[in-house]
């Protein structure tokens, strides 16, 4: 049986000053029909330019309800033109009513004083300081990877191969379709925008010259790197950017283990086995595809194209493209655990890290790939 005291209640009393306003008892949602229809009684207009004070001290109960009551009370105070004043309210109230007053405020407009040329070059200045922060956290985030593995190496027992064979399925068996298929369609195209092109000058064979040592060489490897960064390095930054936000990741750390080697190390060796097999997958589609177009738009029949591809291509050709393959899985593991454990605690800056971790990852391979291409050129390769 709930004690007479604690019914919520409303009591105000005039003054020459203006009004004064007592909430009585619990203020909590169960009275808030009760309480809203005393507040809508209260008549405001007899304070106008006189103070309407509230003393919370004989409230014995407040919730978010409550304190929403109380700032309705404010609002219909200031709107017939009166000064609102409270006091007697206890530290957690306090701070309740002042959480609700913050809410809906729009944030601080940015500073005009300074002019459009010093802005940019903030701007300029601090994106280098990020990429500066980056590179060192990337190289940081490298050295504990060596270390890892240098640790795994004295004592394997410890590597967790169930969780590998898990993502090597995730990474590279249940992406073989699509990659296969965006593969096959780029081979495709590739050789019918060369048939198109050669043909001016009678040179339709040469297509198979081309297509080969250009998918086997550049466009495999990259084309799948690009896929794997957006399909399976996003689902790593989300996967331990989640686990970031939910504090599993500092549950991992009191417990003893360590997350690069319990959450990095499978993703990362689960990338560097499974993109050599994408790459030579998406080498052949490619070639299929080009083959395939070349047979119906370039007469070349496939036993042609075969003896062709043949004498155009060696056995260099095809290690030149795969052996980069290894280095851009471990690029693209590393940007996306780096971006995942950068995740804070919102939904907005999981959306963030995924998205900054597919369009670095993307980019960074792609400059690997001129670095190879350009040590390649140096060597005679």
């Given at each position: ?186 081979g495709a195209i590739v050789a019918q925008q060369s048939i ?18 250009l998918v086997l060489r550049e466009l495999g490897v990259l ?77 070349i029949t496939p036993i042609t194209f075969l003896q062709r ?73």
């Amino acid at each position: 049986m709930q004690v007479e005291d604690d019914v919520a209640d409303l009591k105000v009393e005039t003054f020459d000053e203006g009004l004064v306003v007592t909430p009585l008892g619990e203020w909590t949602a169960e009275a808030g029909d009760r309480l809203q229809h005393k507040i809508d009684v209260i008549d405001f207009r007899s304070a106008s330019g006189k103070t309407v004070a509230i003393d919370l001290a004989e409230i014995s109960r407040m919730d978010t309800v409550g304190a929403l009551l109380i700032e309705r009370l404010k609002a219909a105070a200031e709107s017939a033109g009166a000064k609102f004043e409270s006091h007697g309210a206890r530290p957690q109230q306090a701070r309740l009513m002042e959480a609700l007053g913050e809410r809906g405020k729009e944030p601080p407009p940015p500073s005009r004083n300074e002019s459009g040329p010093v802005t940019l070059l903030a701007d300029i200045g601090g994106g280098v300081i990020e990429i500066g922060a980056d590179v060192k956290r990337g190289v940081g985030f490298l050295g504990a990877v060596v270390m890892v593995t240098a640790r795994l190496s004295l004592t394997p027992w410890r590597f967790r191969f169930t969780s590998t064979v898990s993502h090597l399925e995730r990474v590279g068996l249940r992406a073989v379709p699509i990659i296969a298929l965006i593969s096959f369609l780029v081979g495709a195209i590739v050789a019918q925008q060369s048939i198109f092109q050669l043909k001016n000058f009678g040179a339709t064979l040469f297509v198979v010259d081309l297509l080969g040592i250009l998918v086997l060489r550049e466009l495999g490897v990259l084309l799948t790197a690009i896929m794997v960064a957006g399909r399976s390095g996003s689902a790593f930054t989300a996967e331990i950017g989640s686990m970031k936000m939910r504090e599993e990741i500092d549950a991992l750390k009191t417990m003893g283990l360590d997350p690069i080697e319990v959450l990095a190390m499978p993703r990362l060796v689960a990338l560097v086995i499974a993109m050599p097999l994408l790459s030579f997958i998406a080498a052949m589609a490619a070639l299929l595809g080009g083959g395939l177009v070349a047979w119906i738009y370039g007469d070349i029949t496939p036993i042609t194209f075969l003896q062709r591809l043949k004498d155009a291509l060696s056995l260099q050709t095809f290690f030149v493209g795969i052996v980069k393959a290894p280095f851009m899985a471990v690029i693209i593991g590393l940007i996306a655990c780096t971006e995942g454990m950068k995740v804070e605690g919102s939904a907005e800056s999981l959306g963030a890290r995924t998205t900054s971790s597919v369009v670095k990852s993307i980019f960074v391979v792609i400059v690997m790939d001129g670095l190879f291409a350009m040590l390649f050129a140096a060597m005679g390769i």
